[in-house]
Structures are given as structure tokens and as C-alpha cells.
């Protein structure tokens, strides 16, 4: 197997073969399968976002040039890059162009501030910040600024400008610590001849971990990932006609290959980008633009539901509502299927890896009370009480998991993998739950001393 970045831990030699003999890992990169889709899709609409519509060969066309252009202004393959952008079309041209340049997009939420940002960039030894000039009243670009000079490391920052503003550094600028000001929008050169590269390195960098103490970095395969978001897409049955709303952060594992984003993509659908998860926003887009999947938070959903007694939008394109980040009460999920009128799915998950999912076939019972059965048919999943040993059927305990997108440990955090890892490669999830009877999963709790995961969690949260 060929090696990973330094920091990370493989899968076993014995795993990454079965693994590879299942079929469900490839062998091609994320970036090279989506010059696959747009091959295949060319003219269809890869991303919307308010007014831009953008076909998949025009995606692809621009991740290229990008890919040429953040080359031209010295970043290098292995190289790690912090990506702090809104649902924007911007984000998936980045992150691709970065993976087909050979460098690692750290995928960092958009509300994280100078100390989150600075963690992160430390731990990662990241060379460059992709970010907008400002959001939402605060200036990132200051912020940036001002971790760069902490340096040594960080010395390249893309700034995204608002649609008509202009950029406040005016071009290239260079400051007193060294580092340099490019505006995203002027990151374009002829594309390159791509980069032979193996799909078992890291393609991407997620974030476990709500503050900068309990903060680790999970390293994400193009192989794992792939698989992940195309499982996901198989199970929901997801076509080319499908049109998946990004309405919580793409940032986040469930938003971006649940099937997600990704998942969305493989399949030459269409990926609806909106910056706000509230009603007044997501449910005009759903009628606009005839939204058949979706994910969201269970508060979320329920905010969605309270504003239609006044917001008569059509949500009648709407075909699988994907429920999960945060416990669903019975009472909730039930209202949410009634009043949306279409089939839930509960989903729980979480950016090291593991997913379980209802399926579209279960009972309504299971839906209502369960979280579901695990992804893949390599998933293996144990519950066990506080020595480490298997409980009982139908007791609850905590959840381990290892697989085929289950990574082996975080990025760089060997006392942490110690903890989170069994000596035979299973994740302590830190979760509590039971097995039903039928192989279903009830998550019941979260054990104490565990830091809380932000992956699915309120952006505001962060």
C-alpha cells in the first residue's frame, strides 16, 4: 500500500486488500472521476447558487484552471491548504482544484474565528487560507493576517470578494511577515497536465471537535471517500434527475458525500447550494428549483415546518428528507414525515467515518425509533460496557466501528489515537447505543468524559 501522509495511519495491509477485492475501493482519485463526470455529463447543471448555474463540463473546466493557478503562485502537492468558504460554488471548485493540484484541502466551518483557524494551521503546517474577504460582518482576510504573522507557516491567503466589491489588498500584495494576498477570482491559468497520483493518500482533511483543545483533524482517503459517497448514493437510489439542496454546511461529512455533494455528483445530478439553513431561505429554493433530497438538523426541519402555515411553498418535488446531527425524538420525526409529505430517513454519522442509515424499504417503525443499519456490509460494528467487553443483545453500550471509510486515526494526535482507538483498529465512538433485535441501531446517549463532535452540529455552535 502506498504510503500516506506522515501523521496518518493506514489501514492494515490485510483490510486495505479486502477492501480493494470488494470492490469498494477503486483506485481513482476524487478529482479524476470528477473529469469522469463531466465527460459523462458535460452539458447537464453540476451546481446552482441564487442566479449561477454551472454545467459539469464547465466545473471541470474550472477546477483545471485553478488547479494551474494556485501552482502558479506556489503551492506545491502534499501541501496543506485551510478552506473556510460558505456554500458558495467557489468551495467545490477549490477543493476539487486543490486535490487536482496534489494538495489537501482542510475543510474548516466558516464561523470558526483566530483561535480555531490558528490550531489548525499549527497542526496541519497549512501553507495557505481560502476564505472570504469578509462574511457576514467579519473580516477574515484581518483574521488571516493575523494568524500568518503568528507564523511560520502559513504564507499564501485567497480571498473570495462579495459579487461587486472590490478586493481591499487590489491584487498581489505582500506583508510585513512574508506572506501573500491573492483575490480567489484572479486564480486561473491554462490547465496542466494532471498529476499521476495513488487514491489511498489523503484527499481532505474534516474536523472533529468543537473547541481548540478537543479539535483533531481526521484525514479522509480519495479511496474511503469515493466509496462512502457512492454507497450512499446507491442506497437512496439516487439518479441523474435527482436535485440535492445543500442547506447545512458543506463543510460538514453529512453535507458533503452522505450522499451529499459528492454523492450527488457521481450520479450527473444536480447540487442546489444555499448559505442558510432557515425556512425563508431553503423552502422558495426547493419549489424554484424542484429539490427532490435533502439534509438537515431535526431543529431545522422543525423550523421549516413551523413557516409553512404562512410560506405556502411547493414542496411536493421533495422525494427522501435525510434527518440526522442531533438526537430526533420520536414526536419530532413523526410531524416531520406527516407535514412534509415525502419518506425520512434517519441518518447518524459522523466524520470519522462510520454511518448508519434507515433504508427506504424499512417499516415505518424503524424509521420513527431507529437510526438505522451501517452503510457498508464491511462495517463492523461492536457495543460494549466499561471494560471493553461485548454487552448482551439489546443493551446498550458504547459504539465501536471500523471499515472501509472508517479511518484508523486522527492527523498527528498519537496520545488521542491511543484513547479513540482500539489496539485492533476499531473507533471508540464515544457514543452509547443498543441493537434492536432486526440489526437496527438506537443511539441512547453519549458517554461523559468524551469530547462532544462538531460535525453535524449547529454551525453557530462552532
Do not use: K
Not at 475501493?25 to 447543471?45: E, I, K, S, V
Not at 431553503?282 to 431545522?300: D, G, K, M, W
Not at 432486526?438 to 455552535?461: C, H, I, M, Q, W
Amino acid at each position: 500500500m502506498a504510503s500516506m501522509l506522515d501523521g496518518c495511519t493506514p489501514w492494515p495491509e490485510e483490510f486495505a486488500d479486502r477492501y480493494l477485492a470488494a470492490g469498494h475501493w477503486c483506485g481513482n482519485t476524487l478529482d479524476t472521476l470528477l473529469r469522469g463526470w463531466a465527460l459523462q455529463f458535460g452539458p447537464r447543471t453540476a451546481l446552482v447558487h441564487g442566479g449561477t448555474r454551472i454545467t459539469y463540463a464547465n466545473l471541470n473546466r474550472r477546477v483545471d484552471r485553478m488547479a494551474a493557478g494556485f501552482r502558479l503562485r506556489g503551492l506545491r502537492p502534499g501541501q496543506r491548504v485551510v478552506v473556510q468558504l460558505p456554500n458558495v460554488p467557489e468551495f467545490v471548485v477549490v477543493v476539487f482544484a486543490l486535490m487536482r493540484l496534489g494538495a489537501i484541502p482542510v475543510f474548516c466551518p466558516v464561523a470558526h474565528r483566530a483561535s480555531g483557524v490558528s490550531h489548525i494551521v499549527h497542526v496541519t503546517q497549512a501553507v495557505g487560507y481560502v476564505g472570504p474577504s469578509t462574511h457576514q460582518g467579519f473580516d477574515h482576510t484581518a483574521m488571516a493576517a493575523a494568524v500568518a504573522a503568528q507564523g511560520p507557516f502559513l504564507r499564501r491567503v485567497f480571498t473570495l470578494e462579495a459579487q461587486g466589491a472590490t478586493s481591499a489588498y487590489g491584487g498581489l500584495t505582500v506583508d510585513a511577515s512574508g506572506c501573500h494576498y491573492f483575490p480567489l477570482g484572479s486564480i486561473d491559468a491554462p490547465a496542466e497536465r494532471a498529476l499521476v497520483r495513488s487514491a489511498d493518500q489523503v484527499a481532505f482533511f474534516l474536523l472533529s471537535g468543537a473547541g481548540t483543545v478537543s479539535l483533531q483533524l481526521i484525514p479522509r482517503t480519495h479511496n474511503d471517500y469515493a466509496y462512502q459517497a457512492r454507497a450512499a448514493a446507491e442506497l437512496v437510489s439516487l439518479t441523474e434527475s435527482d436535485v440535492y439542496l445543500a442547506a447545512l454546511p458543506a463543510e460538514f461529512n453529512f453535507t458533503f458525500g452522505c450522499p451529499g455533494i459528492v454523492g450527488t455528483l457521481s450520479v450527473g445530478g444536480t447540487v442546489v447550494l444555499v448559505e442558510n439553513s432557515g425556512p425563508a431561505e431553503c423552502l422558495p429554493v426547493i419549489e424554484r428549483e424542484r429539490v427532490t433530497i435533502t439534509s438537515v438538523l431535526p431543529a431545522a426541519a422543525r423550523l421549516w415546518l413551523d413557516a409553512l402555515a404562512t410560506n405556502h411553498a411547493d414542496l411536493s418535488s421533495l422525494r427522501l428528507v435525510q434527518i440526522g446531527g442531533a438526537p430526533s425524538h420520536r414526536a419530532t420525526v413523526e410531524r416531520i414525515a406527516a407535514e412534509l409529505g415525502c419518506p425520512l430517513q434517519q441518518v447518524f454519522g459522523m466524520a470519522e467515518g462510520l454511518l448508519t442509515l434507515t433504508r427506504p424499504s424499512d417499516p415505518d417503525e424503524t424509521v420513527l425509533t431507529t437510526q438505522g443499519r451501517p452503510l457498508s456490509p464491511d462495517d463492523e460494528i461492536r457495543i460494549v460496557d466499561v471494560d471493553g467487553m461485548d454487552v448482551p443483545e439489546g443493551e446498550s453500550g458504547e459504539l465501536l466501528a471500523r471499515g472501509p471509510y472508517t479511518p484508523r486515526g486522527y492527523y498527528r494526535a498519537p496520545d488521542r489515537n491511543a484513547h479513540s482507538f482500539t489496539a485492533d483498529g476499531y473507533l471508540r465512538t464515544g457514543d452509547l447505543a443498543r441493537r434492536t433485535p432486526d440489526g437496527n441501531l438506537v443511539v441512547t446517549g453519549r458517554l461523559s468524559d468524551v469530547p462532544r463532535r462538531a460535525d453535524y452540529e449547529d454551525p453557530s455552535d462552532l
